[in-house]
């Protein structure tokens, strides 16, 4: 059971033709705040911060250039928390000014279920775990990547990268990934994660060829990690089947990726299967 | 300047090696016989630009006359993005690089000690389908690219412990120098080209403010030649400071090193030359001193006390040559050698000796 709250300060959008993002309130608001009984100024800032505002400039220009312009972004608070910090959480969005049509209030064992029934495009966590059950039940999830210096990320322009991997192999390659100790489940996962990457890739190619070339506020970008530059051409091919052409890509071949994470800092990262195993600690 | 390979606080190791793991997994199952790129803090990595490889003058033209819109729009031409790009001023280096890593591959076949070449370019995204496909044309191993869409290549340079970075484009060059990273600005050859060999990388360097600092051609151009061969045979057992080149010299002498340990010194397949206008007889000491000082070797060290440079290489025909000066450059490229200028210290302020008036800077748009 959940409950959904419309916030009165933001213009409701067409959540059908939006770009629904369902973002966890951990993200936005710092979840370490000390719990004071009745405590009731706003709370700390969290990683999400310049993702939303981010958004903002997203959504902003897309409207300066088409008022009725329908294909925007719709942020949706998901929040676990206990009954007595809603009315704080909804009071701390409005304090800076931040544009999330709605809040859902829900037990954490209903997350899945409340995405599931709002038509959410993509979900996003701070945490990898919830990021992989909510891939893993089908629901489209992305990372919000957790810059080192939370200063340093821009809020002027909305950067999103996608892993493409998974997206740039072969289906024989894939398979080839079962002799080297891969299980079945893993497989699954990529197949998985790869379908519901396609549908929020589709939205964003749309969204970014509203704007030109330079000076865009959304930047899209594509990173392979472990392959090879015949996959990650495959990629940026698939993207581009999709409706998406991507502003920057990276081809790793194995090399570390978080110095280069650290540079583009993203906002949002699109994970391949590979990223939900154990040894993905490259982000924290 | 860069040491061989700067530290990397940032990466933390099980999520690398777990990369690693299934990097090697990748290349494992498609059981290609093409070899896996060594990882970057053991390679020497060298960043080669788009135009620096391959040869775009004519979509350059597009880009400069009739914007970035056109431009992406030629090259994501279906009949364009499959047409091989010509080859590029850097492109004989990269064969010759690749030619140095399977002598290393045979002789020490564990090893990632070698070179790796990195595509960094700030062209869009989608031009890398054409740039991948022509690599793919003339079978080059270069596995690592960095496409960023605009943005400076400077930061990502660091990212990809780069060694030396290629550029046609002074500015960013320039801006890697004072990064500490080496870079030098290419430039096509004229129309001249000389046979290179392709069994033996050889690499030229102009000494001072390339392998050295410009210490003592500040002397040379502020006081005059006297004063400097003067200074310079005072100074002899004083090691001159280092140079942004120095450290790419260093990295080479290490591969040449691991020929050597395998008794190939007559067949090493890297040739390190010196090619400097300070003669033998007096300042030229102090040059090898230094050197020495600082453990390198050099095969062949060339004092041309002030004489042209240009038909000197032409007889070496080195596949890349380094120096600060412009006026070298240019004798170097009239020749036919591929002349790649370091834009660092007092000579950048001096064209043929004289003074250059500076211009006011203009404020450009940054790419």
């Known amino acids: 059971m959940d409950s959904m709250v419309r916030n009165p300060d933001v213009k409701q959008r067409d959540a059908a033709q939006a770009v629904v993002v369902a973002v966890s309130s951990d993200a936005i608001f710092d979840p370490e705040v000390e719990q004071v009984h009745g405590a009731t100024e706003p709370l700390r800032k969290g990683d999400a911060f310049s993702f939303m505002k981010a958004i903002q400039v997203v959504n902003e220009r897309l409207l300066t250039m088409n008022s009725d312009e329908t294909l925007l972004f719709d942020v949706i608070l998901l929040s676990n928390d206990s009954e007595e910090k809603h009315s704080r959480i909804i009071a701390s969005a409005k304090h800076y000014g931040l544009d999330i049509g709605r809040f859902c209030f829900c037990n954490k064992e209903d997350s899945i279920e409340s995405l599931q029934s709002n038509n959410v495009k993509l979900f996003l966590s701070t945490d990898t775990n919830d990021v992989c059950k909510a891939l893993q039940k089908g629901v489209p999830a992305a990372l919000l990547y957790r810059p080192t210096d939370p200063h340093h990320q821009t809020e002027d322009q909305l950067k999103v990268v996608f892993s493409g991997d998974v997206i740039g192999s072969s289906e024989e390659m894939l398979h080839g990934l079962r002799e080297q100790g891969f299980t079945e489940t893993q497989l699954q996962g990529f197949k998985t994660a790869k379908g519901s990457v396609k549908e929020f890739a589709v939205l964003m190619g749309e969204m970014r060829r509203r704007f030109g070339l330079e000076g865009s506020p959304l930047c899209t970008g594509l990173m392979t990690v472990w392959s090879s530059r015949n996959v990650c051409a495959s990629a940026l091919k698939t993207l581009r089947g999709w409706g998406l052409l991507v502003d920057e890509a990276f081809c790793l071949a194995g090399a570390p990726r978080s110095p280069i994470l650290n540079l583009v800092q993203p906002h949002i990262l699109c994970l391949d299967g590979l990223y939900h195993m154990e040894g993905f600690t490259g982000m924290s | 300047m860069s040491e061989i390979k700067p530290t990397n606080p940032a990466a933390t190791h099980t999520g690398e090696e777990k990369d690693w793991a299934a990097s090697k997994a990748c290349s494992d199952s498609l059981k290609t016989k093409k070899p896996k790129p060594p990882k970057p803090q053991n390679a020497v990595t060298i960043a080669v630009s788009s135009r620096t490889l391959f040869n775009m003058v004519e979509e350059r033209k597009i880009y400069e006359e009739e914007g970035v819109e056109k431009y992406m729009a030629y090259m994501n031409q279906q009949k364009h993005e499959n047409e091989p790009l010509m080859p590029g001023v850097a492109f004989p280096l990269v064969k010759a690089l690749m030619t140095v890593n399977s002598r290393l591959r045979?002789?020490?076949?564990?090893?990632?000690?070698?070179?790796?070449?990195?595509?960094?370019?700030?062209?869009?995204?989608?031009?890398?389908?054409?740039?991948?496909?022509?690599?793919?044309?003339?079978?080059?191993?270069?596995?690592?690219?960095?496409?960023?869409?605009?943005?400076?290549?400077?930061?990502?340079?660091?990212?990809?412990?780069?060694?030396?970075?290629?550029?046609?484009?002074?500015?960013?060059?320039?801006?890697?120098?004072?990064?500490?990273?080496?870079?030098?600005?290419?430039?096509?050859?004229?129309?001249?080209?000389?046979?290179?060999?392709?069994?033996?990388?050889?690499?030229?360097?102009?000494?001072?403010?390339?392998?050295?600092?410009?210490?003592?051609?500040?002397?040379?151009?502020?006081r005059g030649l006297d004063k400097f061969f003067e200074h310079e045979q005072e100074f002899e057992n004083i090691p001159l400071k280092k140079g942004p080149l120095k450290c790419f010299l260093e990295a080479l002498g290490k591969l040449q090193r691991k020929f050597y340990a395998k008794n190939e010194r007559m067949n090493c397949p890297i040739r390190t030359y010196l090619v400097t206008a300070r003669s033998a007889a007096s300042s030229g000491a102090r040059a090898l001193k230094t050197l020495r000082s600082w453990g390198l070797e050099i095969d062949e060290a060339l004092f041309l006390a002030g004489a042209p440079k240009g038909p000197l290489l032409q007889i070496i025909r080195p596949h890349i040559f380094f120096d600060d000066q412009m006026f070298h450059i240019e004798g170097a490229k009239e020749l036919g050698t591929i002349a790649a200028h370091v834009p660092y210290g007092i000579g950048q302020k001096y064209h043929k000796g004289e003074l250059i008036e500076q211009p006011d800077k203009d404020v450009k748009d940054k790419k």
């Open chain 2, 106 to 222: 045979q002789l020490y076949p564990d090893s990632e000690e070698l070179f790796d070449i990195v595509l960094m370019t700030n062209n869009h995204a989608q031009v890398g389908v054409r740039l991948i496909n022509s690599i793919n044309h003339y079978d080059l191993t270069i596995e690592r690219f960095c496409m960023t869409g605009g943005q400076s290549p400077i930061g990502y340079l660091k990212a990809y412990m780069t060694n030396l970075y290629l550029s046609k484009d002074g500015e960013k060059v320039t801006e890697a120098i004072e990064e500490g990273i080496a870079a030098a600005t290419m430039f096509t050859s004229g129309d001249v080209e000389n046979q290179l060999s392709d069994t033996q990388l050889k690499v030229a360097f102009d000494g001072d403010a390339v392998l050295f600092s410009d210490e003592s051609e500040i002397i040379a151009k502020q």
